[in-house]
Antibody, heavy 121, light 109 residues
Framework: QVQLVQSGAEVKKPGASVKVSCKAS????????ISWVRQAPGQGLEWMGWISAYNGNTNYAQKLQGRVTMTTDTSTSTAYMELRSLRSDDTAVYYC??????????????WGQGTMVTVSS | QSVLTQPPSVSAAPGQKVTISCSGS????????VSWYQQLPGTAPKLLIY???KRPSGIPDRFSGSKSGTSATLGITGLQTGDEADYYC??????????FGGGTKLTVL
């Protein structure tokens, strides 16, 4: 079945970096984009950016520009999100999500299970 | 502060109907498709509606979506206790950045 499986929970100190993986299966990885969305405890969804698994093109949310990098490894059908210079307000559950085509409004139809990232000294 | 505006909460009795609104602008909803997501407690969001009013396979027709101008609405009929969740609208803007509403907590009384 189509699924996205993410890496496990992380605990990091302020100023450190974290890299979360998202392994796709059950579909042709390069045919869809992947977005990353995070959710702070008790808060709503925040879009972080997306990457084309076809050509690696990216578009990041303005507030994260310079701190986030999204990459893919097509040989393993895995997407990665690295966030640097972590702060306490980066504590959140991080989700990867598959994006439907432009004709379908780029809706997010498949979601990973989420990865909890805790930033604490 | 979310770009898309949703009511923080709505409630209705089992079997009744509820609607959730999502208000935006011409730079997002007005010129792009709207999608809706259901997030049950402790789980990842799930796609309910895409392209304003289409349901993915497996989503019951109790869920419906509509869009008019710069606003969109999610409707849920025949409410069940299992529908208690947070609901988010989503769309894109002209710079191909995604936007979400702040979320609406549905309580089935």
């Amino acid at each position: 079945q189509v699924q996205l499986v993410q890496s496990g929970a992380e605990v990091k100190k302020p100023g450190a970096s974290v890299k979360v993986s998202c392994k796709a299966s059950g579909y042709t990885f390069t045919s869809y984009g992947i977005s990353w969305v995070r959710q702070a405890p008790g808060q709503g969804l925040e879009w972080m950016g997306w990457i084309s698994a076809y050509n690696g093109n990216t578009n990041y949310a303005q507030k994260l520009q310079g701190r986030v990098t999204m990459t893919t490894d097509t040989s393993t059908s895995t997407a990665y999100m690295e966030l640097r210079s972590l702060r306490s307000d980066d504590t959140a559950v991080y989700y990867c999500a598959r994006m439907l085509s432009p004709a379908k409004g780029y809706a997010f139809d498949i979601w990973g299970q989420g990865t909890m990232v805790t930033v604490s000294s | 502060q979310s770009v898309l505006t949703q009511p923080p909460s709505v409630s209705a009795a089992p079997g009744q109907k509820v609607t959730i609104s999502c208000s935006g602008s011409s730079s997002n909803i007005g010129n792009n498709y709207v999608s809706w997501y259901q997030q049950l407690p402790g789980t990842a969001p799930k796609l309910l509606i895409y392209e304003n009013n289409k349901r993915p396979s497996g989503i019951p027709d109790r869920f419906s979506g509509s869009k008019s101008g710069t606003s969109a609405t999610l409707g849920i009929t025949g409410l069940q206790t299992g529908d208690e969740a947070d609901y988010y609208c989503g769309t894109w803007d002209s710079s191909l950045s995604a936007q979400f509403g702040g979320g609406t907590k549905l309580t089935v009384l």
